[in-house]
T-cell receptor, first 113, second 114 residues
Framework: DTGVSQDPRHKITKRGQNVTFRCDPI?????LYWYRQTLGQGPEFLTY????????KSRLLSDRFSAERPKGSFSTLEIQRTEQGDSAMYLC???????????FGEGSWLTVV | QQQVKQSPQSLIVQKGGISIINCAYE??????FPWYQQFPGKGPALLIA?????SEKKEGRFTISFNKSAKQFSLHIMDSQPGDSATYFC?????????????FGTGTRLTIIP
């Protein structure tokens, strides 16, 4: 079963460092989403792509955050100059055009110390 | 702006009982309402979903009831089991309006006790 794959699953980094997360969506899913979830809260939308085009970005996505999906397949989410408030689980999800179900990965946990 | 409101925040139900979680939405453009189940340390997994053209959908022990006029929908878990203990999120999405991103509720932590 090739579901949505995220890497790394856990990352501990020092404040001020840069981190990058990778997401591999389900094959042929042309829409890819990034969400952020903090403890006790529901996932919050960050951004999404259709193929390689980034269609929408949330106000939550500050200038320190950048997401790419260069060939319309995998995506990366980079956080520059991390802050303690960036500590959260970063979720990736995907869906194919015309489908009903958005599938989530297991998430990448970020702890900024 | 909280577009999907979920209650209760936490719920304790005895094994074999019925668990009920409620959600209300504001945006009338929403046309797809899924429920996700999440275990600690895991990503959300789709449990069941409904479109607004039906008032109820049942899959096994899980039922969604949908009230379009009241802009409310609820999840019922019949014969609740300890393995159902998890956090449940309702969500909404507007497929037909090009706003194809999920808006989540705040979650309900469900605990099933023996």
């Amino acid at each position: 079963d090739t579901g949505v794959s995220q890497d790394p699953r856990h990352k501990i980094t020092k404040r001020g460092q840069n981190v990058t997360f990778r997401c591999d969506p389900i094959s042929e899913h042309n829409r890819l989403y990034w969400y952020r979830q903090t403890l006790g809260q529901g996932p919050e939308f960050l951004t999404y792509f259709q193929n390689e085009a980034q269609l929408e970005k949330s106000r939550l996505l500050s200038d320190r955050f950048s997401a790419e999906r260069p060939k319309g397949s995998f995506s990366t989410l980079e956080i520059q100059r991390t802050e303690q408030g960036d500590s959260a689980m970063y979720l990736c999800a995907s869906i194919y055009r015309g489908g009903n179900t958005i599938y989530f990965g297991e998430g990448s946990w970020l702890t900024v110390v | 702006q909280q577009q999907v409101k979920q209650s209760p925040q936490s719920l304790i139900v005895q094994k074999g009982g019925i668990s009920i979680i409620n959600c209300a939405y504001e945006n009338t453009a929403f046309d797809y309402f899924p429920w996700y189940q999440q275990f600690p340390g895991k990503g959300p997994a789709l449990l069941i979903a409904i479109r607004p053209d039906v008032s109820e959908k049942k899959e096994g022990r899980f039922t969604i009831s949908f009230n379009k006029s009241a802009k409310q929908f609820s999840l019922h878990i019949m014969d609740s089991q300890p393995g159902d203990s998890a956090t449940y999120f309702c969500a909404a999405l507007a497929f037909n309006f090009g706003n194809e991103k999920l808006t989540f509720g705040t979650g309900t932590r469900l605990t099933i006790i023996p």
